[in-house]
């Protein structure tokens, strides 16, 4: 298919639906429902935003709302507010908000500042998490991983201060720098183990510091 001879760019205001298909530039501001497959280049939506379909892009920039029935394929992703999806594989990510995947969420780079849900495995080589409230994965993989809470996450969940917590099964990373994780099997190089952690096993190769007011129940150096 002749990519730039057969896309249009489309430019949403108000309420609308779309059948979906190729396009140059996507803009949407308010609501828009595409009842099909979506293929862009660049993506920016201000308002709600439901794909019935895959969403492919180049680049996407988000403030509102963003549920996609299928997944989400592109090189930078990035905003803040709410998005949904079947799976995301995407270059770079840079969010504040909500991320919800019920596959695997991978990217080369993924700096959130929120809560996440991925039911799958969370992957990226550099992946750093600052927490805003409950998140967790059923995995995390990658070359630096660096999972904190945020200093003002109390500011907007008043008298939750519990809730700034990541659950995994597993976390195994070159380097790895966990606060307020929940996790079964910490694996790393360099593993620094912070406040607020409990942590079943932790197996590392190089070095492993542990907080005070973290636990560690295992250790064993690989």
């Given at each position: 298919?002749?990519?730039?001879?057969?896309?249009?760019?489309?430019?949403?205001?108000?309420?609308?639906?779309?059948?979906?298909?190729?396009?140059?530039d996507?803009?949407?501001?308010?609501?828009?429902?595409?009842?099909?497959?979506?293929?862009?280049?660049?993506?920016?939506?201000?308002?709600?935003?439901?794909?019935?379909?895959?969403?492919?892009?180049?680049?996407?920039?988000?403030?509102?709302?963003?549920?996609?029935?299928g997944?989400?394929?592109?090189e930078?992703?990035?905003?803040?507010?709410?998005?949904?999806?079947?799976?995301?594989?995407?270059?770079g990510?840079?969010?504040?908000?909500?991320?919800?995947?019920?596959?695997?969420?991978?990217?080369?780079?993924?700096?959130?500042?929120g809560?996440?849900?991925?039911?799958?495995?969370?992957?990226?080589?550099?992946?750093?998490?600052?927490?805003?409230?409950?998140?967790?994965?059923?995995?995390?993989g990658?070359?630096?991983?660096?999972?904190?809470?945020?200093?003002?996450?109390?500011?907007?969940?008043?008298?939750?201060?519990?809730?700034?917590?990541?659950?995994?099964?597993?976390?195994?990373?070159?380097?790895?720098?966990?606060?307020?994780?929940?996790?079964?099997?910490?694996?790393?190089?360099?593993?620094?183990?912070g406040?607020?952690c409990?942590i079943d096993?932790?197996?590392?190769?190089?070095?492993?510091?542990?907080?005070?007011?973290?636990t560690?129940?295992?250790?064993?150096?690989?």
């Open positions: 298919m002749n990519d730039t001879e057969e896309r249009t760019n489309l430019k949403v205001l108000g309420n609308s639906t779309s059948a979906g298909g190729y396009f140059l996507v803009k949407v501001t308010g609501e828009c429902t595409f009842n099909g497959d979506v293929d862009c280049r660049k993506m920016t939506l201000m308002g709600e935003t439901e794909v019935n379909g895959r969403l492919v892009m180049e680049s996407m920039k988000l403030t509102g709302e963003c549920a996609v029935k997944g989400i394929e592109g930078s992703m990035r905003g803040q507010g709410d998005i949904k999806a079947a799976s995301i594989h995407v270059e990510i840079k969010f504040t908000g909500n991320l919800s995947v019920s596959g695997d969420c991978d990217a080369e780079d993924m700096h959130i500042s809560a996440l849900q991925v039911q799958g495995v969370l992957s990226a080589e550099t992946l750093e998490i600052s927490l805003f409230g409950p998140s967790r994965a059923a995995e995390v990658g070359g630096s991983i660096k999972i904190k809470r945020s200093l003002g996450g109390k500011l907007i969940r008043p008298g939750h201060p519990g809730s700034l917590r990541f659950t995994a099964g597993l976390i195994e990373g070159d380097q790895v720098e966990l606060q307020g994780t929940t996790a079964g099997t910490v694996r790393g190089g360099n593993v620094v183990i406040t607020g409990e096993i932790v197996e590392y190769r190089d070095s492993l510091d542990i907080h005070r007011n973290a560690v129940r295992n250790q064993v150096k690989l």
